[in-house]
């Protein structure tokens, strides 16, 4: 589903239920943006990007970002994220700067506006649909191996860590690394069995 917007077309990701109005059932989109959209001018076409979702697994984000940015050919990541998955892409940008070493950071936090679309429950009810405006807030995080503009509003240097969210990322990391211990001490007694991958999409980015 898409909607026009300024700057472009606008992608409507995942969708969370709302509590409907007597007679109406609706939907609000969880992620609303697009390459067209992004507050980050000059941004290389083939930067991958990892679009957080509210249902998203750290892991599999992490899986995927941390294999991207642990190459030499891969210079820059961008993380994002709307409404309830902000805090989850920030804290996935706080592992990701623990793994890999001196990343210049830009961040750009704003508020987007997403339609929500409300139909009758009854379509025979006489009622008309709903078209209710909502902003939401949305986040933008490009992680670079290369030297950023200094001077641009939203820079952190290499080394520049949140409090609140590298402990968050610790917290999150160490649970991480447990579970992959308990699932080799599983593996270890199976054999003829296959584990799955990581869920990616086919345009460099993970749901």
Not at 99 to 119: D, S
Not at 132 to 157: C, E, F, M
Request: aromatic fraction near 6%; proline fraction near 6%; hydrophobic fraction near 35%.
């Amino acid at each position: 589903m898409e909607y026009e917007a300024e700057g472009g077309r606008i992608e409507i990701g995942a969708a969370v239920p709302l509590v409907p109005s007597r007679g109406y059932n609706g939907e609000l989109p969880e992620s609303a943006h697009s390459r067209a959209a992004l507050p980050l001018p000059g941004l290389a076409s083939d930067t991958p990007e990892v679009r957080v979702k509210d249902g998203s697994k750290i892991r599999n984000l992490m899986g995927f970002a941390a294999g991207r940015m642990e190459a030499d050919a891969c210079r820059q990541i961008l993380f994002s994220g709307a409404g309830k998955s902000v805090a989850k892409a920030i804290t996935c940008t706080e592992i990701l700067k623990r793994r890999v070493r001196g990343l210049h950071q830009y961040t750009q936090l704003l508020y987007r506006t997403v339609q929500e679309v409300w139909e009758p429950l009854e379509p025979d009810a006489g009622l008309d649909s709903l078209t209710v405006s909502r902003n939401v807030p949305a986040i933008w995080v490009l992680l670079s191996k290369d030297p950023l503009d200094s001077t641009r509003p939203g820079y952190q240097a290499p080394g520049s860590f949140d409090t609140l969210w590298a402990q968050a990322a610790r917290e999150e990391e160490a649970g991480l690394g447990r579970r992959r211990k308990r699932a080799a001490g599983r593996g270890k007694g199976d054999s003829g069995r296959h584990g799955g991958g990581r869920d990616k999409d086919h345009r460099g980015g993970v749901m």
